[in-house]
């Protein structure tokens, strides 16, 4: 005898479900983007003046889309003229000209920010990638030829937010529980851009705080709690999805007419009651705060450029918002689509409501394998 369809697409999402947890949860550790920093500090010479020595460090991140960056993997590149030893750079009396980068940009494409603190306390700061992997230095008054401007930093540091949020499995996870959120309790798209808003706003205070040193928490409880905050989010996403529960979902909307049984009523009765339903944007700034440590945790790892604090920290921000909004409108793109094909094929109302819970129940999956994994990390 043949399973009904129903069975079969119950069995292909818990499929679906299991082998996502198998693939992400392992490896997966919050805020996985990670610059790596190119640092030259000047010197100073017995006179107190600059003598074309420098101190040099590059810190490369532990991980790249490509894979883990060994020692070696990511080299500095420097002028032809300067001679390169263990953290000194010496470009003698013709000074630091020439072209200054890092190498193996195009077997670990990750951004570097290039910090150069000179001895007359001009800083330079900048940007490569493995685009442009290289800067020219002329010993102009900015120490570029392409002139490192403010405009400059702002927007790399707008690309770096966009990217931070593209490559942060964990902040997007969160943004998706927030459009389910916003979308099962019925509310309209402005309400869900004032809740990502308030996202942005609560994590753009405690990562600012973060970074200025005004607030320090230790970053394995932080990366926990984040992990954390997705599974409670899940578990509100689930408390107000039953079988029968007459309530809009991504895919299927309920008739108004459509018989609902008492416990249905009874999950739809919490949930409405429930802030997270009621008040979005509250539970979104709440968990924001949480999530703005995380964010300043991997730029403390490489530092900001020492003068332009607050503008980096602006553009930063700003790319994390654009970064969210072009996933939520993806995402309603997305559930437009699933639901025109919905109706297209004709699904039933319960195999409807079985496709809508797949994703809770993966998003439920990842954020307690990610909670528990980080928790026993502790120890580790």
């Known amino acids: 005898m043949s399973r009904p369809p129903t069975v079969w697409l119950t069995r292909a999402s818990m499929l679906l479900v299991l082998l996502a947890i198998m693939l992400v949860s392992g490896p997966a550790r919050a805020h996985e983007f990670r610059p790596a920093l190119l640092r030259l500090t000047e010197l100073a010479d017995a006179s107190g003046q600059g003598g074309g020595r420098f101190d040099l460090r590059l810190v490369a991140p532990a991980l790249s889309t490509a894979g883990a960056i060994g020692e070696g993997d990511l080299t500095p590149i420097v002028p032809a003229h300067c001679e390169l030893g263990q953290l000194r750079l010496d470009c003698g009396s013709q000074g630091l000209i020439g072209e200054l980068g890092v190498a193996g940009l195009d077997r670990h494409p990750v951004d570097v920010i290039v910090e150069l603190r000179f001895v007359d306390g001009t800083q330079v700061t900048a940007v490569l990638g493995p685009d442009q992997p290289t800067m020219t230095l002329d010993g102009t008054s900015d120490g570029t030829s392409g002139g490192a401007d403010n405009d400059g930093v702002f927007a790399d540091y707008v690309a770096l937010g966009i990217e931070h949020i593209l490559l942060g499995p964990d902040h997007l996870l969160f943004v998706f529980g927030l459009v389910l959120l916003v979308r099962a309790a019925g509310r309209n798209t402005r309400t869900l851009l004032w809740t990502v808003t308030a996202f942005t706003l609560a994590h753009s205070i405690t990562l600012a705080a973060a970074t200025l040193e005004l607030v320090h928490v230790p970053g394995p409880p932080v ?111 997305l559930l437009a689509g699933g639901r025109a094909l919905a109706g297209a094929v004709g699904l039933s109302e319960k195999t409807a409501r079985l496709a809508t819970r797949a994703p809770i129940w993966a998003m439920g999956g990842l954020a307690f394998a990610w909670t528990l994994d980080r928790v026993l990390g502790f120890w580790g």
Do not use: M
């Open 223 to 333: 990366e926990a709690g984040i992990a954390l905050s997705i599974l409670l989010l899940a578990r509100e996403l689930a408390c107000g999805q039953t079988d029968e529960t007459a309530r809009d979902s991504p895919l299927l909307s309920v008739n108004e007419s459509t018989k609902v049984s008492a416990s249905g009523r009874e999950a739809l009765a919490r949930a409405e009651n429930s802030w997270s339903w009621r008040y979005p944007w509250v539970v979104a700034f709440g968990f924001g705060l949480l999530h703005g440590f995380g964010f300043a945790g991997a730029l403390s790892e490489v530092g900001l450029p020492q003068g332009q604090i607050p503008l980096a920290l602006l553009g930063f921000n700003v790319g994390v918002e654009l970064g969210q909004l072009g996933v939520v409108a993806l995402l309603l793109v």
